[in-house]
């Protein structure tokens, strides 16, 4: 019974041991930055405002950033390198032959990235303008794909540069990804706020659970 009782103990060590040497899941946040033809001159004070949110977060936090005029683009994987985060935001510009495939983007950055990732928490930051939507109808789609991020835990924090005029649905679309997912909706009309309210996005993400 002892040497039976030893055994068990020395397995729960080693097994205690092993799983303390395994890296923790990370948690990621998926960056998607609208660069169509509403932005404009705007586009520097994105890029101000996007240094900021990435400064912001935590250092252990794994940021992919995509920009989302015409076909989506992931300008920096998932990564915690700060340097390449920077330098992939200098090389966001202005399309201004295209509109924004939101729905597409979103939809596509969650598959690939979220979605099949082992992680301790996502999240989704949107910066767009409410311009056109160029996705397409696909409401049904959209509304399984809500609740199926809802029930992963994935939160979707938004903010809609709604001083460019535009007459799009994105309002819409980013309102009902935020008030489903417990994130935050925010309209701003002057781009100079920006940076500081990216700043305010990345101080809740630093502190949500499971840190």
């Known amino acids: 019974m002892k040497r039976l009782l030893a055994a068990l103990m020395v397995a729960v060590a080693l097994a205690t041991a092993r799983a303390a040497s395994q890296p923790a ?39 992919l950033l995509a920009t989302i005029a015409g076909q989506m683009r992931i300008r920096q994987a998932p990564t915690t390198d700060r340097k390449k985060l920077r330098d992939a935001i200098g090389t966001i510009f202005v399309d201004q032959r295209s509109g924004t495939k939101l729905v597409d983007s979103v939809m596509e950055v969650d598959e690939r990235f979220l979605k099949k990732a082992n992680l301790a928490a996502g999240f989704i930051v949107i910066v767009t ?15 399984r794909w809500i609740r199926e991020i809802v029930q992963r835990g994935v939160v979707v924090h938004a903010i809609l540069l709604s001083h460019l005029e ?22 701003i009309g002057a781009i100079t706020a920006l940076p500081d309210t990216l700043g305010a996005i990345a101080s809740v993400i630093g502190q949500h659970p499971p840190r």
């Open 166 to 187: 535009g007459r799009g649905n994105e309002p819409q679309i980013c309102m009902a990804l935020t008030r489903s997912t417990g994130g935050r909706y925010q309209s």
């Open 25 to 63: 899941p990370p948690v990621r946040v998926a960056v998607l930055v609208d660069n169509g033809f509403l932005v404009g001159a705007a586009v520097n004070s994105i890029r101000q405002g996007l240094q900021v949110l990435v400064d912001g977060l935590p250092s252990s936090d794994e940021i």
């Open 129 to 143: 303008t409410d311009g056109p939507e160029t996705s397409g109808d696909r409401t049904e789609e959209v509304n």
